[in-house]
């Protein structure tokens, strides 16, 4: 399932931002997700405005500086809640970097169903076919080698629904009709006894059954020019609160993680970042998983993270200093002191009123292996598409000691 196109980058957003506190329900709580899809608009048109902007290198620092201070103030409305106030203060920011006031924003449709107002799979309402799928998945081993396989399809069938939630973008985002033919193909190979995701190249959303049965709802890239006869690294991208786990391949530098990755030769893995850091051994999973379907280098595992997910990324970098050959924090993280610690970068910004650059600092001068670096005149959010452009050529130059 790839969510490439600008409309539907826009949806799968509406779920990163928390609800309101204070709305009812009924008309306050569609008034609500009306704020959501404006705020994701926003967000997403400023993304792609300064990623644009911070490639060609082409934002005096003063500018930078003005309108990293002014998205870290929506930041934080938007943390509290105030949507139509963060929304402002975003298109303020857009306007002092483009020279271009935004029109104003409505919220974009669901995708339109193919066929007309009612979404069908040939003839049949979604629900119908993800009954029937479910049903044919219930006859297949899910407790041997194919378990994985079987929790990401069974997931892959529950999206086929016939409303989807508002709140929930893997169900938004799937074209019934096209999810349902491949699942389909899915479920006729688990029948077969085969995996139908193993050397699967591409952009797929699936889940991993980690640590005490949890399903992780996450985004598999896999390099389009992947042939199998060279193995292939693993990126592992974490997200920062608030967001999920479309961020990392959808926003953050307007999709710059998955193009980079793709040029490394790297398998990238957005996930759910909480599973990660509640639990090491959700990443020995993953490993797992992605060994029995592709042939990994296992020399070149790495992970980034932002925030909550630079925290995360810290964590299993000291938890599983075997298994990551580095690691990278953008605007957060934690000192890192197991032995054998893979090194690991920190990357603060000067701007940063979430998580300040000297907490970063810190967290770097307690690290052994680590190497700390200061992004000037740049906030806690706008600075990971260019984080992420130093970040990943620092990781693919480090090499495992031993």
Not at 265 to 294: K, Q
């Amino acid at each position: 399932m790839s969510l490439r196109s600008a409309p539907l980058r826009l949806i799968l957003l509406l779920a990163c931002a928390p609800a309101v506190p204070t709305l009812a329900q009924g008309a306050a709580s569609a008034q609500g997700g009306t704020a959501r899809a404006a705020l994701a608009a926003a967000y997403l048109r400023m993304d792609d405005a300064y990623a644009k902007a911070d490639a060609s290198g082409g934002i005096p620092d003063t500018l930078r500086a003005a309108v990293n201070r002014q998205f870290d103030k929506a930041t934080l409305l938007f943390f509290g809640g105030r949507f139509p106030q963060a929304i402002a203060t975003i298109d303020t920011a857009y306007a002092a970097l483009t020279g271009v006031a935004p029109s104003a924003v409505t919220p974009a449709p669901l995708p339109a169903p193919p066929g007309g107002a009612t979404r069908q799979v040939q003839g049949q309402a979604p629900s119908a076919v993800q009954a029937a799928l479910r049903a044919r998945l219930a006859a297949v081993d899910s407790t041997g080698p194919l378990a994985q396989a079987v929790a990401s399809a069974s997931a892959r069938a529950a999206l086929l629904v016939d409303t989807p939630s508002r709140e929930r973008s893997a169900e938004i985002l799937a074209d019934p009709v096209t999810l349902a033919a491949a699942v389909t193909a899915e479920v006729a190979a688990l029948e077969r006894g085969k995996n139908p995701y193993a050397g699967r190249r591409g952009d797929t959303w699936r889940v991993l059954r980690g640590d005490g049965g949890a399903l992780v709802p996450m985004r598999v890239v896999v390099p389009t020019s992947a042939s199998g006869r060279r193995p292939l690294g693993v990126l592992v991208a974490l997200h920062g609160a608030g967001g999920d786990e479309n961020m990392f391949v959808d926003a953050y530098g307007a999709g710059v993680t998955p193009r980079m990755a793709a040029e490394a030769n790297l398998i990238l893995v957005s996930p759910a970042t909480t599973a990660f850091a509640r639990s090491p051994a959700t990443l020995d999973t993953l490993l797992a998983v992605l060994g029995r379907e592709h042939r990994l280098d296992l020399a070149r595992v790495y992970l980034i993270g932002h925030s909550m997910g630079a925290g995360a990324a810290a964590k299993l970098a000291g938890e599983r200093p075997t298994t990551v050959v580095a690691a990278a924090c953008l605007a957060g993280g934690a000192p890192v002191t197991a032995t054998g610690a893979p090194p690991v970068l920190f990357l603060g910004a000067a701007l940063d009123p979430v998580i300040p650059a000297a907490r970063v600092e810190k967290a770097a001068q307690g690290t052994p292996t680590g190497t700390y670096e200061l992004r000037p005149h740049e906030g806690h959010t706008l600075m990971v598409g260019g984080g992420v452009r130093r970040a990943l050529p620092w990781l693919l130059a480090q090499r495992r000691s031993r």
